[in-house]
C-alpha cells in the first residue's frame, strides 16, 4: 500500500468511521479542519513491520479463511 492509499485510511478511520454528520456541507467543513490540521503538524507513517513479517500474516490469514468451509 503506497502513503497516499494510508493517509486516505487513516482519513478514512478518523472522519468518516468515528464521525457523525448531519449533511455534506458538515461532512466536507470537517474533513478541511482535519486536513489542516494535518498539514500544520504532519506524522510520517512508520512500517514497524518488515515486509516478510507481513506477508507472512497475510498468508496466514489466507490460509484461515480458505480452510473455513464457507
Known sequence: MNLVERWFGELTNR????SAHRSVVELEVDIRRWINRWNK???PF???KTADQILETLAAYCERINDSGH
Open 46 to 48: 512508520v512500517w514497524t
Open 15 to 18: 472522519k468518516l468511521r468515528r
Open 41 to 43: 503538524d504532519p506524522k
